[in-house]
């Protein structure tokens, strides 16, 4: 681990680029099935978190996607077309919308499954230990 503590540029580079061949590969099997449905990453981001968070207002959606408003209505305005969202006003507070992937939830599980596959066989070929690191890491670099 001391070797960790005189990490050069070059080095964090090369986190930095299996970061992003990562998110390339784990998204790549994803997008096929995006396209088909004509809409892209942005769309599944959406989706993901109301798989997640199903019922999140739209300003927690917000604050988790970190978009802006006219950004997130385009989205939001798509999936309602392809009928994969619905609205509820809060019972409370009438200002507040609640966001719920009900119908998405089938366009969310095919997506899942190509992903879950690959993430699932990394996993599978490293030790416990590992898994858990990664996780950790992961975490810190999203400050969670």
């Keep these: 681990m001391k070797e960790l503590l005189y990490l050069k540029d070059e080095q964090l580079k090369g986190f930095v680029e299996k970061l992003f061949m990562g998110y390339r ?23 993901h978190l109301l798989s997640i968070y199903e019922g999140i207002t739209v300003s927690e959606l917000l604050k988790k996607l970190k978009v ?39 366009l969310f599980n095919e997506i899942f499954s190509v992903q879950k596959k ?15 690191f990664f996780d950790n890491v992961l975490k810190k670099i999203i400050n969670e």
Excluded: C, M, P
Aim: zero cysteines; glycine letters at 4%; hydrophobic letters at 35%.
């Design 68 to 106: 802006t408003k006219q950004s997130l209505n385009r989205i939001l305005k798509d999936l309602i077309k392809l009928g994969v969202i619905s609205f509820e006003k809060d019972k409370k507070d009438s200002r507040l919308k609640h966001v719920f992937n009900e119908k998405g939830q089938k």
């Design 118 to 132: 690959r993430i699932y066989k990394a996993f599978l070929n490293s030790k416990s230990e590992e898994v858990l």
């Design 25 to 47: 590969e784990s998204f790549a099997d994803a997008k096929k099935i995006l396209e088909k449905h004509s809409i892209g990453i942005a769309h599944h981001k959406v989706i």
